[in-house]
């Protein structure tokens, strides 16, 4: 996909961009905080199925799908951060600048198992 394949209007799902923050216990040992929304992220994003398969566990195989994710660019996204689309928190994968231009994100995310 190309930067002037892209249109706004392609730009359909509502989505919001999380990081994780920090907390410290009495001894300072640093845990996992509470999610925030992470400000100036992009809110409208094109989300596609990219792939799928099948996970073995014990007694029983799970579906897994892979999402790709298409925004706006923005600067300070990190693979730590995650994206909350239709109120289900997905982690990100891999952060793919289109051509380097600064103008469009390709997000992979890990979809989940599917239910």
Same mark, same amino acid.
């Given at each position: 996909m190309k930067c002037c394949d &892209?249109?706004?209007g392609m730009l359909a799902t509502a989505v919001a961009f999380q990081r994780q923050g920090a907390a410290s216990n009495v001894n300072g040992d640093i845990l996992?905080?509470?999610w925030a929304t992470i400000t100036g992220s992009p809110t409208r994003a094109?989300?596609?199925a990219?792939? #799928?398969? *099948?996970r073995g566990q014990v007694q029983r195989t799970d579906a897994v799908v892979v999402l790709k994710v298409t925004v706006r660019y923005v600067? #300070?996204?990190r693979d730590s951060d995650s994206v909350v &689309?239709?109120?289900?928190r997905h982690n990100i994968t891999f952060l793919d600048n289109? *051509?380097?231009a600064d103008k469009f994100l390709l997000i992979s995310?890990? #979809?989940g198992v599917a239910v």
């Open positions: &892209i249109t706004a996992p905080g509470a094109r989300v596609k990219a792939s #799928g398969m *099948e600067d #300070g996204l &689309i239709r109120g289900r289109l *051509e380097f995310v890990d #979809g």
